[in-house]
């Protein structure tokens, strides 16, 4: 199988401004982050606004639209202060995510099933502000189902599972990954992914059919601590250059 357009290929910078609100410093200057990520070809910037807003900030959020060559996409809770924020910002692409202050980060998908008034009411409001709307879920066929009918154009698969799944238990969460994918696209869902992917498992994450785009953070942000930001980049950029679509 042969992919039709390249894999895309979002970066979070959210953990460039973890390292900066650890010290409330200026630096180091998320601007540049993202002009870097640009220059070593990543197709998005993307951000995620929590609500206790630990790293990225509404001046953040701001900047970056107006500044930003490539889309950005507002990883955002479905709660009223955040909807307007991205309502007035606009960025090019909105993905809907649930939040927990406790948590160290996104730990599952939304419950689109049992919110899908709600969402399908944002998803209508931010496409009316002209942006584009994904739902983040886990790869479970009934949260699938349930995002098509609320109008979002995108799903964002939860990869995290697989990502950090002991070997045996592996398989079974790719294949699950591979059948949601699956489910979504015949829905006419387009299909992102993300969450806890590295180098190391990256194999397995292009097993997935029909993927539009990855949104990696964390392990880039690692990598650039040893290699610099700009490398980082292009040998994630490389390394999805071997999509051919999912398992033959
Ligand atoms: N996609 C979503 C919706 C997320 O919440 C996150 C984490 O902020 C990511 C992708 C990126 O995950 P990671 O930082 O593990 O690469």
């Known amino acids: 199988m042969t992919a039709k357009v390249p894999l895309r290929l979002g970066v979070n910078i959210d953990h460039v401004a973890t390292l900066r609100q650890a010290r409330h410093t200026p630096y180091p200057d998320l601007l540049q982050a993202a002009r870097c990520c640009e220059a070593a070809g990543a197709d998005g910037i993307t951000i995620h606004l929590r609500e206790d807003r630990r790293h990225i900030q509404d001046a953040d959020v701001v900047l970056l639209r107006k500044c930003l060559v490539v889309p950005m996409n507002l990883e955002m809770a479905n709660t009223p202060p955040i909807v307007r924020i991205a309502a007035d910002i606009g960025p090019q692409e909105v ?12 730990e599952g998908g939304l419950d689109v099933a049992g919110q899908q008034r709600e969402l399908a009411k944002t998803t209508r409001l931010l496409r ?3 942006i584009s709307v994904s739902l983040f879920i886990d790869p479970d066929i009934q949260q699938i189902e349930a995002a098509a009918e609320t109008g979002a154009p995108y799903i964002e698969l ?12 592996a398989p079974a969460a790719l294949d699950r990954l591979v059948e949601a994918a699956t489910r979504a696209h015949a829905l006419g869902l387009k299909v992102n992914a993300g969450h806890g992917i590295h180098t190391g498992n990256l194999g397995g994450i292009l097993e997935i059919p029909h993927l539009d785009t990855l949104n990696i953070g964390h392990s880039i942000v690692c990598d650039a601590v040893f290699n610099g930001l700009v490398i980082a980049v292009k040998t994630m950029r490389k390394a999805m250059r071997a999509y051919r679509g999912g398992r033959p």
């Open 95 to 106: 993905c809907i995510v649930p939040e927990r202050r406790e948590e160290l980060t996104t």
């Open 128 to 130: 009316e502000n002209g």
């Open 158 to 169: 939860h990869t995290g599972t697989f990502c950090n799944a002991p070997d045996a238990a």
